[in-house]
């Protein structure tokens, strides 16, 4: 029994849950993907195209008839096609975040909206003076109400120039060189093809046109734009979401929480948020904290209101307001089964469907909130940021109305959990570091750590629960290189105690000598999903201080247990700013032998990233070093 | 007599075949048809072995394990195809044919052809019907892959020795090196679920 759980995940808590989900044969999301199995390989080599009602078709992957669809399309046009919008759908997720952080801090700095608050003015005139916005003698409400302006022209504009967000964020030298290749491009093959974003919304929009029947088939002008809309997405989207965040709701800074499936309390109401905007858990937290309803719990005999995270969310509260974590996005129906919780309450993305029936076996309100997600058998409440307060509380309310149901019997919480210290946003290191990168860029130098990997979730179910996470990250600390990341990979190596102290002993000898000194982790959480961003303008003043380009920088990025098409956009903008990038699972590209050429070996000539495939931790570790060991050579040091 | 062959390596496991054998043997012979009909027949299955995907389906043997073993006689030869058929009506559900099948290609559940409500085994009948019209069977039709065929032996056995003689001799790739990577992953992917490193 136990065999099957170990196979599924490397984390001792999700085994002892999944022990009691197959005991109590409780469905997991792994039973459903062995009930998939066999899955079809056209959708897994990206050769079938559904964009019409003449197919759907499909390519032969042996090269024999068929070879084309319907309409003409080759297998690298159908492939392109489906990637650019993969591309667009992840760029979409992170950018509409942004939106809506944007559309709030308006809404604040009009007054209209005063259920939230400026919270971090330096940030605010950090962000101004980046956006060249005038702070002298005017009200935070004033500045704040100019940036928001500039955020939503980044989505809305229409000429041609390149969106503010981009054009003030990005590295001068990547700013220069996209422009260059746009000339290049255009010089060499007659088209005209863009890589400066003009605005989020119209990148997103013209994959959606371009990949429409008949309109673009040329894999390369498909896979710049896919480029374009990446760019739009990390040096716009997500960039926003997260800078805006911080001013609505503080810059992180180093704190300590615990992290897995013991933070829930079986004396306590447990509230779960999970999903990925601040704007919704920000509140839930505030109000589950108050007095109020602390009070409100203990009259029904809790002990009081246990408020935890999971998934992004998670991230987002970990890092700004020190809130405990149960865990990544493979562990949210395992919480469930824990039967110790009252409410998840979620908003956007990764939230599985299977949660809502999976609640209903047991006492669980599984909230849904927001109009872009609802699921069927779940209790929706609506919240909008008009009513966050009235409607934040009416959510712990349902939860703290929910304990007396709880079934006592049915409680089972694994006694494991793990302290991590987060809270490492740019502004945080900044400040560990002395006020510049010039230490990190030091010690670089020097050789004493040799390079930084940056790591993304997610978990995928195919492969063992944060194994590759795990493993990846112990063998490139132990080759004194710095691991930086976010998302359920962060979460994953929070709970495997990779992120607190004790971790330095784990490092090489210089990475440790490092981290001593600096009394940090070798390890470093920079928050959630649309929070790779600040690996981005981390990577830029890097460079900057170097007067060097990103992809010169001792850097590699890597998604080893990705799912969503979010990655591919997160992936897409690591590469086009000139960072090699691991993945693995293998992308829906090798239908195409032209694809896998231009993503793995000709993008590399004309951005410096490149995209690699390693299935497993050990292989993966050594290439990233030798790519580190390259460009430190390359650099002369 | 022709027969399905299954060429696995070059089974993507997208499983046209399941639904084109379904929409063959349902009244209506159509997709729409069949929808949520829990009397649809289908009866080749793509099986998932590790990372390997096969489809299974009944393997017209001569002699024939299940039509001994049929105490009812319910299963008979076409002398002219060399399929080995099912009636419906004669069978009594004792599932003797579905123990004895090597391949356990045989089925029990109430279809559309069973009568009298009751649960009956079935199993391919080579598209007999499409057979005798010289036209390929449903499944063979529908492959995209090139994963199944229908075809005589010995016909099939010339061009295979033919074209892995040419991978010996003259170096050609086997399948195609995208295929051959796509197939590694696949393997790497399931070797590692199962917990293998």
């Known amino acids: 029994m136990s065999e099957l759980s170990r196979q599924r995940s490397a984390d001792p808590a999700a085994v002892e849950m999944l022990n009691l989900a197959e005991k109590e044969q409780l469905e997991t999301i792994w039973d459903r993907l062995e009930k998939q199995q066999p899955q079809c390989g056209y959708g897994q080599l990206g050769t079938c195209c559904r964009l019409c009602t003449m197919g759907p078709c499909r390519i032969d992957p042996m090269g024999e008839e068929p070879t084309h669809g319907v309409c003409g399309a080759s297998a690298d046009t159908i492939v392109a096609r489906n990637l650019a919008r993969m591309i667009a759908v992840g760029s979409s997720s992170h950018s509409d975040h942004g939106r809506s952080a944007a559309l709030l801090l308006k809404a604040v700095a009009s007054g209209e909206n005063t259920d939230y608050r400026i919270t971090d003015v330096e940030k605010l005139q950090a962000v101004a003076t980046r956006l060249e916005v005038t702070t002298e003698n005017r009200s935070y409400p004033e500045i704040a109400s100019d940036i928001a302006d500039i955020a939503l022209s980044c989505f809305g504009k229409q000429d041609d120039t390149p969106m503010p967000f981009t054009e003030k964020y990005l590295l001068p030298k990547r700013y220069q060189l996209f422009k260059d290749i746009e000339e290049q491009l255009f010089k060499t093959t007659g088209k005209k093809m863009g890589i400066l974003p003009r605005g989020i919304d119209r990148e997103i929009v013209d994959i959606l046109h371009r990949t429409h029947f008949g309109t673009d088939a040329d894999p390369l002008s498909l896979m710049v734009q896919g480029i374009r809309s990446s760019i739009a997405d990390g040096w716009g989207g997500s960039l926003i979401a997260t800078e805006l965040q911080d001013i609505l709701y503080g810059t992180p800074t180093v704190n300590t929480a615990k992290a897995n499936l013991g933070v829930l309390d079986a004396e306590w109401v447990n509230i779960i948020v999970h999903g990925h905007e601040p704007s919704l858990s920000e509140k839930v937290v505030e109000m589950a904290l108050s007095e109020e309803m602390q009070q409100a719990a203990r009259k029904l005999g809790a002990k009081g209101i246990n408020i935890v995270g999971l998934c992004c969310t998670g991230n987002e509260m970990l890092m700004r307001q020190g809130v405990d974590m149960a865990g990544n996005v493979l562990h949210s129906e395992l919480a469930i089964m824990t039967g110790a919780v009252e409410a998840m309450v979620v908003d956007v993305q990764c939230i599985y469907p299977s949660l809502a029936n999976l609640s209903n076996c047991f006492h669980t309100k599984f909230i849904t909130t927001s109009e872009q997600a609802t699921i069927p058998e779940a209790l929706h409440i609506q919240f909008e940021d008009e009513h966050a307060d009235e409607i934040a509380r009416r959510i712990v309310n349902t939860a703290i109305a929910a304990y007396p149901e709880r079934d006592q019997g049915k409680v089972y919480i694994p006694n494991i959990t793990s302290s991590a210290i987060a809270g490492f946003s740019v502004e945080e290191i900044l400040k560990t570091l002395g006020g510049s990168v010039a230490p990190l860029i030091d010690v670089i130098a020097k050789g004493t750590i040799k390079g930084v990997v940056g790591i993304v979730g997610c978990n995928n179910v195919k492969v063992k629960q944060d194994l590759y996470h795990q493993e990846l990250t112990k063998k490139l600390i132990e080759r004194d290189i710095l691991v930086i990341g976010t998302g359920c990979w962060a979460i994953g190596a929070a709970k495997a105690g990779l992120m607190n102290l004790d971790a330095q002993s784990l490092a090489g000898e210089g990475l440790k000598a490092v981290c001593q000194q600096l009394g940090i982790p070798p390890v470093l959480n920079m928050g959630s999903c649309v929070d790779c961003s600040r690996m981005l303008v981390l990577a830029g003043a890097l460079a900057a201080h170097l007067d060097v380009d990103i992809c010169d920088l001792p850097l590699v990025g890597s998604a080893p247990e990705w799912m969503t098409e979010k990655a591919v956009a997160i992936g897409t903008y690591f590469v086009s700013s000139g960072i090699p990038t691991h993945l693995w699972p293998a992308p829906p590209i090798l239908g195409s032998p032209e694809v896998t050429k231009i993503l793995t070996e000709d993008i590399k000539g004309l951005l410096g990233g490149y995209f690699f495939i390693e299935e497993g931790p050990q292989a993966a570790a050594q290439r990233m070093e030798e790519i580190i060991l390259e460009k430190r050579a390359a650099l002369g040091i | ?197």
């Not at chain 2, 063959?24 to 949520?36: I, Q, V």
């Not at chain 2, 069978?91 to 090597?102: F, I, L, T």
């Open chain 2, 1 to 197: 007599m022709k027969k399905i062959f299954v060429d696995y390596e070059k089974c993507v496991a997208c499983k046209a075949c399941e639904t084109a054998c379904a929409m063959e043997n349902h009244p209506s012979h159509s997709l729409f048809g069949l929808l949520g009909d829990k009397k649809t027949q289908v009866n080749v299955r793509v099986l998932a072995v590790e990372h390997e995907a096969f489809p299974v389906s009944c393997r017209h043997c001569e002699p024939a394990w299940c039509m001994d073993a049929c105490p009812s006689g319910a299963i008979s030869r076409d002398s002219e195809t060399g399929a080995v058929i099912l009636n419906p009506d004669m069978c009594k559900a004792c599932a003797m044919c579905a123990m004895v099948c090597p391949f356990d290609a045989i089925s029990f559940k109430e279809t559309h052809r069973a009568r009298y409500g009751r649960d009956v085994a079935y199993k391919c009948d080579l598209c007999n019907d499409r057979v005798k019209n010289n036209e390929l069977p449903a499944c063979v039709a529908a492959c995209h892959s090139g994963a199944l065929s229908f075809r005589e032996h010995d016909q099939l056995r010339r061009d295979q020795a033919v074209k892995n003689l040419r991978v010996y001799l003259l170096g050609e790739e086997k399948l195609p090196k995208n295929f051959e990577l796509y197939r590694e992953l696949r393997r790497k992917e399931f070797a590692q679920r199962s917990g293998e490193k």
